[in-house]
């Protein structure tokens, strides 16, 4: 049974619960819960059986009702002589809020990604509420949500869940994500934080759950969503004396738009940060992005970002691509069409439809102009893999690549010659290596 007895100061329940401050009496003022008895000098102590009541509080808000609405249900359980929280806490077990039960936490994320694969929004809502309620809401979007979306995608680059089903998973995510951010305490901090996605970047998860834990520390987050013109970033930043500004790509192509983004705004002189998957895939690609990297993990963001905003990270040296891949991005982007038309006549015919392979042919274009202009042709060896994937899905075989490759090399060199061998060179490579 939950302890009644006063205990732990105001300092120790904002750690636990990461509510802010000025929410937290709020909700006492307006609401009376929860009901923290005083010192003979007139400061809060609370029980735990308070600490409990603002994490089932937050847990209602992460279902999305409001506080109001929450504080109302809360009434009508102890009003019909229910204790709200005899549910959560029948085997006597208690999760401190500043801990995730990493064990309880996995097991509910291996529920929801099954209610996922079956489609059942009704079974995977049931798994993020009994998180939220015996986790803090940090906890359960990283150890539920990030990691079971991250296993769902990785089922699905193994051709073992569709692609109907990683978006019923992704749909249900961020609509949960959506809840939490809309239900979060107003700003508590003068920080204002921009962040977004650059020009064709749609995976809008972590720049979402970002801006998410972000707003829970007390920042004025300005979330933008995907596919921002770069442009916008700096008009914006500018317009809200944005502290600082926050960039999330997740593949190549987005990354080349991302660091057109930040070149802009360094020239406007706005502090910009930047991180995501293909950075933590090629860490050398980073030494082309003016701004601060936030790290491989969200937690490691988190306090990159603090740290930026007290003035305590120095900027580093900007590198720039060789004279040699200079030139031949010119060429490449001046010839691309001509390029792409010669593959699609000499090519062999796959055993893909016609869509997908011009779905292939783009991509690689993409993602060689992107490779160009961050220095490095190896970048392409990451994201190429999503080709090979795609010829598998089809139960086509290595040679079929190998042959397509080829046949990319050789229109290469029809159309910009030796300005062209570098590309010519790596795609030879890996053609060699795929049998």
């Known amino acids: 049974m939950l302890s009644k007895s006063p205990a732990f100061n105001l300092k120790a329940v904002l750690r636990e619960t990461g509510l802010a401050a000025d929410t937290l009496r709020a909700w006492e003022r307006r609401y009376g819960l929860p009901t923290p008895q005083r010192t003979a000098g007139g400061h809060r102590l609370y029980s735990q059986y308070d600490i409990e009541t603002i994490k089932w509080l ?6 999305g009702l409001s506080i109001s609405r929450a504080v109302d249900r809360w009434n009508e359980l102890i009003a019909s002589g229910t204790d709200p929280l005899a549910e959560s806490f029948s085997t006597n077990m208690i999760v401190p809020a500043n801990f995730s039960n990493d064990t309880t936490l996995d097991n509910i994320r291996v529920e929801w990604i099954a209610a996922c694969l079956n489609f059942s929004e ?16 940090e906890a359960v979007c ?12 990785a089922l699905w680059y193994e051709n073992r869940a569709s692609v109907q089903q990683e978006h019923f998973a992704s749909g249900l995510a961020m609509r949960r994500l959506d809840a939490l951010l809309s239900a979060s305490p107003p700003p508590t901090r003068p920080q204002t934080v921009l962040v977004g996605c650059p020009p064709d970047e749609w995976h809008t998860f ?12 007390g920042m004025n987050v300005i979330y933008l969503g995907a596919n921002v013109p770069g442009d916008r970033f700096a008009e914006t930043a500018l317009k809200v004396k944005a502290n600082l500004v926050i960039l999330v790509a997740q593949t190549l192509g987005s990354a080349a738009h991302l660091q057109h983004t930040a070149l802009a705004l360094a020239a406007q002189n706005v502090n910009t940060a930047f991180g995501g998957r293909i950075f933590n895939l090629r860490e050398s690609m980073i030494e082309h992005i003016p701004g601060h990297f936030l790290g491989k993990s969200l937690e490691l963001s988190i306090q990159e970002v603090e740290d930026i905003l007290k003035g305590k990270k120095s900027t580093r040296e900007l590198k720039i691509a060789s004279q040699k891949y200079l030139v031949a991005l010119h060429a490449f982007v001046a010839k691309r069409s001509q390029i792409e038309s010669t593959i699609k006549e000499h090519v062999q015919p796959l055993m893909i439809a016609p869509e997908n392979l011009n779905t292939g042919i783009h991509f690689l274009g993409n993602n060689i102009a992107a490779a160009l202009q961050l220095g490095d042709l ?6 190429i893999e999503w080709l090979k994937s795609l ?9 079929e690549l190998n042959h397509f490759m080829k046949a990319y090399s050789n229109a290469v060199d029809e159309h910009i010659n030796g300005q062209g061998e570098s590309i010519q060179t790596w795609l030879h490579t890996y053609a060699s290596e795929i049998t």
């Open 58 to 63: 937050i847990g209602r808000q992460a279902e």
């Open 122 to 137: 009704t079974h995977a809502e049931q798994a993020l509420n009994k998180a939220f309620s015996i986790s803090p809401v």
């Open 142 to 153: 990283i150890e539920v949500l990030q990691k079971g979306m991250s296993e769902i995608g």
């Open 206 to 217: 972590t720049p979402l759950l970002l801006s998410l834990l972000l707003r829970r520390r």
């Open 378 to 383: 190896d970048h392409l060896s990451e994201e």
């Open 391 to 399: 010829l598998q899905m089809h139960e086509s075989q290595p040679q």
